[in-house]
């Protein structure tokens, strides 16, 4: 019962306190209002100090945020782009016009090899992507998007031939409505030889 009395008596001062602190200083003072109460704060010392830095460094750290996301999302379709790259080089070199064989060969190869690399990278959007095929090291396509097909190419993926896969995707880079056009992500396959089936 003794401690119930001290807590409350400990209560009731700090109510007091608390009041007294926020009254006006005079007792026929108005109540200042909230912009009165700013305008003192930023008369006084070094309160308002602290107020003008933040407002200082926010656009900056905002910035730096914003450019955080988009390194982290540009790594992530790169990611993608080099695992689909990848994949449809596999595709190529294990099922590309190897055997000689028109029936069991690839009547268009550059459209099998983009519907494999598609399957692999569901994250990224098929009509932005440029493939770049370089058979014995010479390209002979360049396609974008679904129009990535080549089937009068078909006789030129042969067994024995070296190919690369090179893909090109528009990168996500900007600063706040300035969008910079020429940032692109580039992945080209490692250059693989044709085997026969």
């Known amino acids: 019962m003794k401690r119930l009395s001290k807590l409350q008596g400990r209560a009731l001062k700090f109510a007091r306190d608390f009041c007294r602190a926020?009254?006006?200083?005079?007792?026929?003072?108005?109540?200042?209002?909230?912009?009165?109460?700013?305008?003192?704060?930023?008369?006084?010392?070094?309160?308002?100090?602290?107020l003008v830095e933040f407002a200082l460094v926010l656009p900056v750290l905002a910035m730096l945020l914003t450019g955080v996301f988009w390194v982290g999302i540009n790594i992530c379709n790169y990611m993608a782009l080099n695992n689909a790259v990848e994949l449809g080089a596999r595709y190529l070199k294990i099922e590309?016009?190897?055997?000689?064989?028109?029936?069991?060969?690839?009547?268009?190869?550059c459209l099998s090899v983009f519907q494999q690399m598609m399957g692999a990278s569901s994250s990224l959007n098929a009509d932005n992507i440029t493939v770049a095929y370089k058979l014995n090291g010479s390209t002979i396509e360049t396609l974008k998007g679904s129009a990535n097909t080549c089937p009068s190419e078909s006789d030129n993926f042969s067994a024995g031939g070296t190919f690369q896969i090179v893909a090109t995707y528009p990168c996500i880079a900007g600063v706040y409505g300035v969008n910079l056009s020429a940032c692109k992500l580039v992945v080209s396959s490692v250059p693989q030889t044709m085997t026969p089936n």
């Open 22 to 50: 926020t009254a006006p200083g005079r007792a026929g003072a108005r109540a200042l209002s909230t912009g009165s109460r700013l305008r003192a704060c930023l008369r006084s010392g070094g309160e308002g100090q602290s």
């Open 96 to 109: 590309g016009n190897t055997s000689g064989n028109i029936a069991t060969d690839l009547a268009d190869p």
